[in-house]
């Protein structure tokens, strides 16, 4: 009897200190990315980036986290808009370094497969990747430094390739026009017409087969002068006229800005959020050891085959399941469009890079693996559950309760990003000029002015942030 009742005492401990365990883990877990950093969210979104800032240095752990990722861009990007440049490429470079190190490691291969691959490391999305180092790339020229930003252009171009290389087939997101566009800008800047007239031509044939098609984003037309342009002073005499002619653009002659250029970046909006939803599944069984996930709402069927007789029995009993997945929350834009005035003239600032829907495309592309994966993982929880439930009830009620609580959805993503970013390019004058910026919304129109020293050779960079969405207003900087 004394034996007996240890052995109860001792379940009864170890249920109870699970309990707690799993209590605390529920507090920290039920909520999204977004909501456990709601600080810094708030004060980011209302341009209090001093207290954005103070809020991630205490976050001492943040570069060791699971989470190093984020937190290491997010700090690169708070100090860029600060203007602390070279503090932010401190950051930028860190996050590129965790890029290009990062080995998908067995323990978060079981985790995600058994637990959660919330509590996984990090790993960024393409896209992101992508972004940091359009970042660092302005940072460097804002500098001056366009050795440095042409460093980052090499290595745009080997993201690119890995991009490529890891989807062969079409109708998915493995190339970017902006990130090419930007790449002849840079070139472009360096006076490297040659190589700035190849990344051009590259942005435009992807405008037109990839981004048009997916995010309905065409090639801009500065894009299409700066093409012609650089074709041009390359002396590519026979490129220059038949991409007049395909571009419709006979009238198109070439002008020179013997004061330097002025290229304008717009960073319009917030990116998108992940959130999470659930599906119920009815299990359906087949022959062979063969089950059917389904859910007939939404059409999903996947199929599901266990050989292990005991792991069979633990699905034959359960009639239906709740399988947590992430999705994107878009964050509407409250300005829908904008343009610099500048001599009488007005420079509408075209769309060049749809941040938004890639980040939806990105995550649909790879919805039927995430699907596949999460299915499994609730499948052996649940098989897991039963084995040890008949063993001992209450380990197995635990078990039951900690797998319940710990099937989250990674509702993880670099969320500073802009909604999309827009651009134009002026030919400054000599001397000191004023350009305004207008961002309009009907009758509601944000204003600003900048001012720029006209220098033969020299390509100016600028960039503005409206922080604005549609469900309220945030502040502006630049």
């Keep these: ?23 605390v883990f529920w507090g920290t877990s039920c909520a999204s990315y977004y909501q456990a950093n709601r600080t810094f969210n708030k004060d980011f979104e209302a341009g209090n980036l001093a207290a954005a ?33 070279k503090e932010s490429n401190e950051f930028f470079e860190q996050a590129y370094l965790f890029g290009e190190d990062y080995r998908y490691s067995l323990l978060d291969g079981a985790i995600e497969a058994l637990v959660s691959p919330a509590l996984t490391v990090y790993r960024g999305e393409a ?8 970042y660092k790339a302005l940072n460097y020229l804002k ?4 050795e440095r930003a042409l460093v980052e252009c090499r290595r745009l ?31 472009d800047a360096d006076h490297d017409y040659n190589n700035a007239f190849i990344a051009y031509r590259n942005a435009l044939e992807i405008y037109r087969t990839d981004f048009q098609p997916l995010f309905g984003v065409t090639a801009p037309e500065q894009l299409k002068k700066d093409l012609l342009r650089t ?82 029995g633990g699905l034959e009993n359960l009639h239906f399941f709740r399988v947590a997945f992430p999705r994107y929350t878009e ?28 980040a939806h495309k990105a995550l649909q592309d790879r919805m039927k693996t995430i699907f596949a994966k999460s299915l499994l993982r609730v499948a052996l929880k649940k098989v897991s559950e039963k084995q040890l439930r008949e063993k001992n009830e209450g380990l197995g009620t635990a078990l039951g309760l900690f797998n319940a609580i710990t099937e989250r959805a990674d509702t993880r993503n670099w ?28 009758e509601d129109v944000q204003g600003q002015y900048f001012y720029f020293q006209g220098e033969k050779g020299k390509t100016h960079f600028q960039t503005f942030s409206t922080m604005e969405v549609q469900e309220g207003f945030h502040y502006s900087f630049r």
Excluded: C
Excluded at 294 to 309: C, I, V
């Design 53 to 85: 800032e103070r809020t991630l240095s205490r976050q001492k752990e943040g570069v060791t986290s699971k989470d190093r990722f984020l937190y290491l861009v997010n700090r690169g990007l708070v100090a860029s808009l600060q203007k602390n440049y």
């Design 157 to 187: 171009n080997l993201r690119l390739q890995q991009l490529s290389d890891r989807f062969k087939v079409d109708n998915k997101y493995r190339k970017d026009a902006f990130i090419h566009n930007l790449m002849g800008i840079i070139y």
């Design 415 to 442: 969320q500073v990003l802009p909604h999309s970013i827009s651009y134009a390019r002026v030919a400054l004058k000599e001397g000191e000029n004023k350009v305004g910026f207008q961002g309009q919304n009907g």
């Design 231 to 312: 074709a041009y002073l390359s002396g590519l005499d026979g490129e220059y006229r038949r991409f007049k002619k395909e571009l419709e653009m006979e009238d198109y002659h070439y002008v020179p800005s013997p004061h330097g250029d002025l290229v304008f970046f717009w960073h319009n909006g917030l990116a998108p959020i992940k959130t999470e939803w659930s599906i119920n599944f009815a299990v359906i069984k087949g022959q062979g050891g063969a089950f059917f996930f389904r859910n007939d709402d939404y059409g999903f069927d996947f199929p599901f085959t266990l050989q292990n007789e005991e792991e069979r």
């Design 127 to 134: 896209h992101e990747h992508l972004l940091l180092l359009y």
């Design 331 to 358: 964050r509407p834009t409250y300005y829908r469009s904008a343009h610099l005035s500048f001599g009488g003239t007005q420079y509408p600032l075209e769309l060049v890079e749809d941040i938004n829907a890639i």
């Design 1 to 23: 009897m004394n034996r007996r009742y240890r052995y109860l005492a001792l379940s009864q401990l170890v249920f109870r200190t699970l309990f707690l365990t799993l209590m």
């Design 143 to 146: 500098m001056g430094d366009n």
